[in-house]
Antibody, heavy 121, light 110 residues
Framework: QLQLQESGPGLVKPSETLSLICSVS??????????WGWIRQPPGKGLEWIGS???????YYNPSLKSRVTISVDTSKNQFSLKLSSVTAADTAVYYC?????????????WGQGTMVTVSS | QSALTQPASVSGSPGQSITFSCTGT?????????VSWYQQRPGKAPKLLIF???NRPSGVSNRFSGSKSGNTASLTISGLQAEDEADYYC??????????FGGGTKLTVL
C-alpha cells in the first residue's frame, strides 16, 4: 500500500523559499501513471490546490501561485518535492502531498499526514 | 480561479439523509464530469469519498453518493451516523487545467 510522508522545515522566514519533500513508500514512484500533487490548508480555512505533476513530468500550477511554485520528482530517491519562493505570512498552512493512483487529475486518493509550515521572522 | 461555493454548515440527525451542494461555473463543475468530494476530520488529512461525480473509491461506504445538475454538484449521505461529523470539500477540474476546491461545509450530527 502506497504511503506518503511530508518533511521539511516547520518555520520559514518571510521572503525565503519554502522547500518540502514528500517521501513515497510501499511502491516505486517510477513509471506509475499517477498524478503527484501538493495541497495546503491555512489554519482554520479550506483546502487550496498548489499544483500537480503527471508521471511524464508535465506540471500544472495554481495560477495564483504559479510564479513562485516548482514541483519536481526525484525517482532515484522515490520522492517528489515542492518549492515555494518569496513566502509571506499568507503562506502559513498545513501542506499536504497527495497522489491520484486512479490516474485522475482531480481525485487524490492517497494523502500524507500533512506538515505545518509557519512563515515568521 | 474562484473557489467553488459550498454552504458553511449543515446539520442532521442520525438516520437522516443529508445533501451537500457545490456550485461552480460552466468552466469547472458544469463543463466536466470531474468533480470529487472529500471528508476531513479534525487534525486529519482529507479522505476521498467520490470522484468523477458519481464514483466511489474502493472501501468507501455506499451511504455516500454523488450527482450533478448543471453547474451544481451534490454529495448525499444516507443513514447519517455520528462518525460522519466532519468537514466536506468538493473539488473540480477546470477549463485551464487546474483544480479548484470549494470552501468546505461543516457537518454537525445532532
Amino acid at each position: 500500500q502506497l504511503q506518503l510522508q511530508e518533511s521539511g522545515p516547520g518555520l520559514v522566514k518571510p521572503s525565503e523559499t519554502l522547500s518540502l519533500i514528500c517521501s513515497v513508500s510501499g511502491d516505486s514512484i517510477t513509471y506509475k501513471t499517477y498524478y503527484w500533487g501538493w495541497i495546503r490548508q491555512p489554519p482554520g480555512k479550506g483546502l487550496e490546490w498548489i499544483g500537480s505533476m503527471y508521471y511524464s513530468g508535465i506540471t500544472y500550477y495554481n495560477p495564483s501561485l504559479k510564479s513562485r511554485v516548482t514541483i519536481s520528482v526525484d525517482t532515484s530517491k522515490n520522492q517528489f518535492s515542492l518549492k515555494l519562493s518569496s513566502v509571506t505570512a499568507a503562506d502559513t498552512a498545513v501542506y499536504y502531498c497527495a497522489t491520484s493512483t486512479l490516474g485522475n487529475f482531480d481525485a487524490y486518493d492517497i494523502w500524507g499526514q500533512g506538515t505545518m509550515v509557519t512563515v515568521s521572522s | 480561479q474562484s473557489a467553488l461555493t459550498q454552504p458553511a454548515s449543515v446539520s442532521g440527525s442520525p438516520g437522516q439523509s443529508i445533501t451537500f451542494s457545490c456550485t461552480g461555473t460552466s468552466s469547472d463543475v458544469g463543463g466536466y464530469n470531474y468533480v470529487s468530494w472529500y471528508q476531513q476530520r479534525p487534525g486529519k488529512a482529507p479522505k476521498l469519498l467520490i470522484f468523477d461525480v458519481t464514483n466511489r473509491p474502493s472501501g468507501v461506504s455506499n451511504r455516500f453518493s454523488g450527482s450533478k445538475s448543471g453547474n451544481t454538484a451534490s454529495l448525499t449521505i444516507s443513514g447519517l451516523q455520528a462518525e460522519d461529523e466532519a468537514d466536506y470539500y468538493c473539488s473540480s477540474y477546470t477549463s485551464i487545467t487546474t483544480l479548484v476546491f470549494g470552501g468546505g461545509t461543516k457537518l454537525t450530527v445532532l
